[in-house]
């Protein structure tokens, strides 16, 4: 457990800054709500949006007079389910080739560790920063809404975000696999950054249409929608399932290729 | 045997890295790994630690397959890379705190006698060491564990000579306890100074192994010299550019300088071989 704690110590200042800013932003969303549910004629406004945009940030549930359909529109579908899923992939994405990328995959491999569990470790690593920003978002978001005199399902609220742990998890698990194929920290950051953003997309454009309804099964995003369990109650366990097992595959895919790959000078 | 390689073979591709490598170094031995930038050196270190599978070959390190036990080799192994790159971000101490924790037989005693001899400033961050700061660092991480085999791919770059002198004495010390070393180089003087036995490579083959003594033997003077004539010396191959005339001396200098003599010489210029200039002399 060595590089994973030692992983850990590296990132606590970039953990420490992805939670305050998911702490403000959460604040500033909630503190906004009361303004939003006062105003008339707009959930007319948001109907009057393009289906294209409404099928991106509000999927399952458009209701914004509601704390959880807000929530949902405002701070879940975007700013979990698109922005923490680049930032893991990305985080992910650098873990290895980094290290390939500065040469100091040399000194670490002269060590007596294995490939297979320096890329696990790295991985193992992320977990708690996975865990930690779905234990502080939640809490803000309960302590805001009881300061404005609103209630949450704390339950669904709860299942809302351990159902992003397994999303979160194949995020890392997609950007360590780009890690290990490329020599440079910018190309594995860029095309993780890109899968996640361009699935997120596709997941989108898969609601437009039941033509397309098919292809939106080839995006992570569409294992897991936070909005259908924080407004309609409904946990969609075969979508934890798959994310684990993809999650799974995708690791196993890395290790496999990690510990075949030459790494040599460049 | 510490290090057994059979044809080992790398190619990148197919671009070739080495080839057919087949050498053996006892214990206790100090090997040169002797040859020229782009020979293969780095590649055939990098291979016998498993950055790098073998493109056929088998090599054995303490009897054990490079490409099924490297755990337990590198459990004895320490390794000094040529470009060294360490975790700029880490303080000194961070660095080997952390090494040192995956290492089982990290030794805290031997840190510390390291710590006296290539001292470093254990706080500061490496980024902002020098590089000879930076050098001493990777000989304490390659040594701390009291490794069994040491291999280090040209370790003095950066070293000022009063260091080199330090590394050499703390290789020889190590020696004494029968530790087996290998030491890359291109500097033909940097390894006959420490080495027992030598091996050089040329092209990504092995073209001579031998012991330092042989090979000291094969060292020379390179003459160039200016006259008016021609110069002529029976057995001794000569080559001319604007009047200066170039050629090598390997024994009896005494009798080539006697024969210089009747010439008229107008300017002289005697210098060591060059690691090239041997390998073009005696291994072409």
């Known amino acids: 457990m060595k590089i994973a704690i030692h992983s850990l110590k590296t990132s606590w200042k970039g953990i420490l800054l992805l939670n305050l800013v998911f702490i403000g932003l959460t604040a500033m969303v909630i503190s906004i709500f009361p303004t939003i549910k006062e105003s008339s004629g707009i959930q007319e406004y948001i109907h009057s949006l393009p289906e294209s945009?409404?099928?991106?940030?509000?999927?399952?549930?458009?209701?914004?007079?509601?704390?959880?359909?807000?929530?949902?529109?405002?701070l879940y579908q975007w700013g979990w389910v698109l922005l923490l899923g680049v930032y893991f992939a990305f985080i992910s994405s650098s873990l290895i080739s980094k290290e390939i990328e500065n040469k100091t995959i040399d000194m670490l491999l002269s060590n007596p560790v294995s490939r297979g569990r320096i890329l696990l470790e790295k991985f193992l690593g992320l977990v708690p920063s996975i865990v930690l920003i779905n234990i502080t978002t939640p809490l803000v978001i309960l302590g805001c809404a009881a300061y404005i005199n609103e209630t949450i399902d704390v339950t669904y609220l709860f299942y809302t975000h351990f159902a992003s742990i397994p999303y979160l998890l194949a995020a890392c698990a997609l950007g360590l696999l780009f890690s290990v194929i490329f020599d440079e920290a910018r190309r594995a950051n860029t095309l993780a950054i890109g899968t996640i953003f361009g699935m997120y997309i596709i997941e989108?454009?898969?609601?437009?249409?039941?033509?397309?309804s098919a292809i939106g099964k080839i995006s992570l995003a569409h294992y897991y929608d936070p909005g259908k369990i924080l407004i309609q109650h409904d946990v969609d366990i075969m979508g934890i399932v798959i994310l684990f097992f993809i999650t799974v595959v995708l690791l196993a895919t890395a290790v496999i290729y990690f510990q075949r790959r030459d790494i040599a000078v460049v | 045997m510490i290090i057994e390689t059979e044809n080992l073979t790398k190619y990148y591709g197919k671009i070739r890295g080495v080839e057919d490598l087949s050498f053996s170094i006892e214990k206790g031995e100090i090997f040169g790994f002797l040859g020229p930038n782009g020979a293969g050196k780095t590649t055939t270190i990098r291979t016998l630690l498993g950055f790098l599978r073998p493109t056929r070959g088998k090599a054995?390190?303490?009897?054990?397959?490079i490409e099924k036990e490297m755990l337990e080799i590198k459990e004895l192994t320490g390794y000094i890379p040529g470009e060294l790159n360490l975790y700029g971000d880490l303080t000194a101490k961070d660095f080997l705190d952390y090494f040192g924790k995956l290492r089982k037989n990290f030794d805290e005693k031997k840190l510390k006698e390291l710590l006296e001899i290539f001292d470093v400033p254990l706080k500061r961050k490496i980024k902002g060491y020098s590089r000879g700061m930076k050098q001493k660092l990777g000989i304490i991480q390659a040594f701390m564990h009291n490794p069994e085999l040491i291999i280090m791919d040209e370790p003095t770059a950066g070293l000022d000579p009063l260091l080199q002198g330090k590394f050499y004495?703390?290789?020889?010390?190590?020696?004494?306890e029968g530790k087996t070393m290998f030491i890359s180089s291109h500097i033909l003087t940097e390894v006959e100074k420490i080495s027992d036995r030598v091996g050089i490579i040329k092209d990504?083959?092995?073209?001579?192994?031998?012991?330092?003594?042989?090979?000291?033997?094969?060292?020379?003077?390179?003459?160039?010299v200016k006259t008016k004539e021609k110069i002529k010396i029976r057995g001794i191959k000569t080559e001319e550019e604007n009047g200066w005339t170039t050629f090598v001396v390997t024994k009896n200098v005494d009798d080539i300088i006697k024969k210089l003599a009747k010439y008229s010489i107008e300017d002289i210029e005697i210098g060591e071989l060059s690691l090239e200039e041997i390998f073009m002399h005696y291994y072409r």
Do not use: H, P, Q
């Open chain 1, 53 to 74: 945009f409404l099928s991106i940030f509000g999927r399952s549930g458009l209701d914004i007079t509601m704390l959880e359909g807000f929530l949902n529109m405002e």
């Open chain 1, 204 to 212: 989108a454009l898969s609601l437009l249409s039941e033509k397309y």
């Open chain 2, 60 to 65: 054995f390190i303490f009897g054990k397959d």
């Open chain 2, 169 to 176: 004495d703390y290789l020889r010390e190590e020696k004494k």
């Open chain 2, 204 to 224: 990504g083959n092995l073209i001579a192994l031998e012991n330092i003594e042989a090979l000291k033997s094969k060292k020379g003077k390179v003459v160039k």
